[in-house]
């Protein structure tokens, strides 16, 4: 036990390492780049210390593996004989990586094992499992012919078996699981919080909104001085479109309108009807640009706030609180589930955002969407902050 506390934080500094070499590689493809990118490329790229980040290239990922292989088999020898109670390998680690705070990481494993058995290590298997799919398909598709007539075809189907693969393992993870997902979901839902969680959440909210519109003020007025005929039809929302009243000033107002909601809505101030109101001003604000043809995917700024309204986010760190307080009228703010709901559907709606956002360009331009230039011809086109050339390995 006392080598594995040792060399433990050996392997700890060896993945911060690691780490650090991921961060620190620009490439149009990571795997492709540390697996086959010659001596020469590396000294292109960083002049100085080329060879060093060549050689630590080299050795990543049988290193990486071996960390990873000797972790695994050390937690479970240490498990077995009683040493911790049943963990997970990332439990193990953050002991490793901070060794002085063994408290805080005990709370944190209670907090996540109270959720029902063992679901850090139920979590971190899913987890391994995925990251597995990924990189075999990942080397799939660095195997093929990018020269080949038919290679987006090819990479496209090699693309849906990937997403078959990963929603078969989600089917299994949810048979599998099928006694617990009612006490799951049941304690997901319920789950008490601090009134000051969501109060916090909107300020930041508020603060946020408000540099949005001086933004789009700033940089997307000039969509509002476009003639109606050039106004882009949608389905179910045509009605709208075509009779909603635009020019320069009334979205130059509405911006200013907008702006004072959000400085309310971060100071508490109203907080409920400046939450209403907000919505309808983001709502026009926000689509004005996309009535014309422009695509922004600005809509969380509609949902956020509109959420918030049905929430008591104002109850602590608002003037309104101040108020009720000098008028004698308390609130009850213990922790409650009221506190807790909010953010609870916020995470569900990031998580189904990002979900179909994936999903729908894995789909239709599969793994090349993200393995290939993709990126780079994004950053040439838009010449973003005056680049005209990428440092690339092809």
């Known amino acids: 036990m006392v080598l594995f506390r040792k060399y433990g934080r050996i392997a700890r500094l060896l993945l911060i390492a690691d780490t650090l070499l991921l961060y620190l590689t620009d490439s149009r493809c990571l795997f492709h780049f540390l697996t086959f990118a010659p001596l020469e490329t590396f000294e292109e ?8 980040v060549w050689a630590a290239a080299k050795i990543h990922w049988p290193l990486l593996a071996a960390i990873s292989l000797w972790y695994y088999f050390m937690v479970r020898k240490n498990t077995k004989s009683g040493w911790e109670e049943p963990a997970s390998v990332w439990i193990l680690f953050l002991q490793q990586l901070h060794p002085k705070c063994e ?8 907090k996540v094992s109270s959720i029902g058995g063992n679901y850090s290590i139920s979590l971190s298997t899913q987890f391994a499992t995925s990251l597995f799919l990924v990189t075999v398909f990942s080397e799939w598709y ?4 990018e020269l080949s007539v038919d290679f987006f075809q090819q990479q496209l189907r090699l693309s849906h078996w990937l ?3 990963l929603l078969l393992q989600l089917c299994i993870v949810l048979f599998l699981s099928r ?20 109060a916090i959440f909107r300020i930041i909210i508020g603060y946020n909104l408000s540099g949005v519109y001086s933004g789009f003020i700033d940089h ?3 969509w509002a001085g476009f003639p109606h005929h050039m106004r882009v039809s949608l389905p179910y929302m045509d009605w709208f479109i075509q009779n909603v009243p635009i020019s320069p000033a009334q979205y130059h107002w509405a911006g200013v309108f907008g702006m004072v909601a959000a400085k309310c809505i971060m100071f508490g101030f109203l907080t409920r009807p400046m ?7 983001g709502i026009y604000i926000i689509n004005v640009p996309m009535f014309f043809g422009k695509l922004f995917h600005m809509h969380i700024w509609v949902w956020f706030p509109l959420l918030l309204t049905f929430s008591p986010c104002a109850d602590v760190l608002s003037i309104d609180w101040l108020i009720r307080k000098l008028r004698g009228r308390s609130i009850d703010t213990a922790p409650h589930t009221k506190y807790q709901l909010p953010l609870t559907f916020i995470w569900l709606q990031l998580g189904l955002i990002y979900f179909f956002a994936r999903y729908v360009k894995l789909n239709a331009c ?3 969407w993200a393995l290939s230039n993709s990126m780079i011809n994004q950053v040439y086109e838009s010449g973003h902050n005056g680049i005209t050339k990428c440092r690339l390995y092809a």
């Open 366 to 368: 599969g793994l090349a």
């Open 275 to 281: 939450l209403l109101v907000n919505i309808a001003l």
């Open 220 to 222: 997307h007025s000039y």
């Open 179 to 198: 006694h617990r997902l009612k006490e799951l979901v049941t304690t997901f839902f319920a789950k008490k919080a601090s009134p000051f969680n969501v």
């Open 45 to 52: 790229n960083y002049p100085r210390l080329g060879w060093l």
């Open 103 to 110: 408290h805080l990481i005990q709370f944190i494993y209670q």
């Open 142 to 145: 660095l195997s093929l012919n």
């Open 163 to 165: 997403i078959r693969a």
